[in-house]
């Protein structure tokens, strides 16, 4: 790869993937540990054009880049914990309203106030059902500054395609590790503009009446089409309705539209799955780990591989079932009590074999403590 060489930190990276992928918007309220995310735009947003705005508080955050988004600039926030869970309610309304934006989650430990600077990977299950009602989502995440900024343009590269907010979902780790990034050439990764409706003014455009690939092209907000947004259920021109037939359409719409594209969606890297009867499964900062003990121990002749997966939402439980299916032993890494162990049971053959290995009190889990975990699991007999 071709282009700029530098050396920053994951939240650096996030913003210039986002640069990249051609954020015009960013509107947020600062809040360890993504804060540095809101910083670093401050600065360098209005140097290209683009809008920085320090909401007072992360409702209006989320409120404003819908808002932002509806007018055709592609938009962005940046929260963590507690933020999210403010973010929660406008979240629901830009899913159904089919609104595209990005919000880059950077967990801490919690619940509520928590471990403001410590590291944690407890908001999964918040990040796929956070906002109330049957949805889809999709969540992306990354282990290492160069993925950071490659997962960040994907993130808006998907919010343009399917019409909806993505979450980006990193960590404290993750997020303050400087590390070597490549900032590839103008043109060098492909990114999604904007479908833009090809109605003319004065034609009665329908806002929300896909094409037959499932794409919805959008107008402009304040443009030459005037049409009606509404978190309620709608119909094709907006407008609210309770309609059983139409709502029961919507509903499918939004979730499918995600559901049936998982095989495109999904991200995921793989190390050494040909030969492994242990197969770790992580993400995030605690791949890390989980690749240096699985490249410590092949050295010494061990069966072992990983699933790195870069796409946490939606879950591929078919690629999971798929992978393992000649593991004898699975086990999941991460740092919760087991938010997509849970998952992953649920998605092979024999649940029995999945087992997890997981801090919970805000320090990093090493390759040590995954050593001694899984000695602890076979040691039962496994």
Not at 206 to 221: A, K, Q
């Amino acid at each position: 790869m071709t282009g700029t060489l530098k050396f920053v930190q994951g939240n650096e990276a996030c913003v210039e993937g986002a640069l990249y992928a051609g954020l015009q918007f960013f509107a947020g309220y600062p809040i360890t540990p993504s804060t540095e995310i809101a910083e670093t735009l401050a600065s360098k947003l209005p140097q290209i054009g683009g809008k920085f705005i320090q909401m007072e508080d992360e409702i209006a955050s989320m409120c404003a880049i819908i808002g932002a988004s509806l007018t055709g600039s592609k938009s962005m926030t940046a929260t963590s914990g507690p933020g999210f869970s403010l973010m929660q309610e406008a979240l629901g309304y830009a899913i159904m309203a089919e609104i595209p934006c990005v919000i880059a989650n950077v967990q801490r430990g919690g619940p509520s106030t928590g471990l403001p600077t410590k590291v944690a990977q407890g908001d999964v299950m918040q990040a796929r059902w956070g906002t109330h009602g049957d949805h889809a989502i999709v969540v992306l995440t990354a282990s290492n500054n160069q993925d950071v900024f490659n997962i960040t343009i994907e993130a808006f590269n998907v919010a343009e395609t399917y019409r909806t907010p993505v979450i980006l979902l990193f960590d404290e780790v993750v997020a303050h590790m400087r590390e070597r990034l490549t900032v590839p050439e103008k043109n060098e990764i492909p990114l999604v503009e904007r479908l833009q409706t090809s109605v003319k003014e004065g034609v009665d455009y329908h806002p929300y009446l896909p094409r037959e690939d499932g794409r919805l092209p959008m107008s402009d907000f304040g443009g030459v089409h005037r049409y009606n947004v509404t978190g309620l259920y709608h119909d094709m021109w907006g407008f609210p309705t309770a309609t059983p037939a139409i709502v029961d359409g919507l509903i499918h719409h939004l979730t499918d539209k995600i559901r049936n594209n998982v095989h495109v969606i999904t991200k995921f890297k793989e190390y050494y799955l040909e030969d492994s009867s242990t197969v770790l499964i992580s993400y995030g900062s605690a791949a890390r780990s989980a690749l240096h003990h699985v490249l410590n121990r092949r050295k010494r002749g061990e069966n072992i591989g990983l699933i790195e997966l870069q796409t946490l939402w939606p879950f591929h439980g078919e690629l999971i079932r798929e992978k393992c299916k000649n593991a004898r032993l699975i086990v999941v890494v991460e740092m919760n009590l087991g938010q997509l162990y849970r998952q992953v049971k649920m998605a092979v053959d024999r649940p029995e074999r999945v087992f997890l290995a997981n801090r919970v009190d805000g320090v990093f889990i090493t390759p040590t403590d995954i050593k001694n975990m899984l000695r602890l699991i076979q040691g039962r007999g496994v």
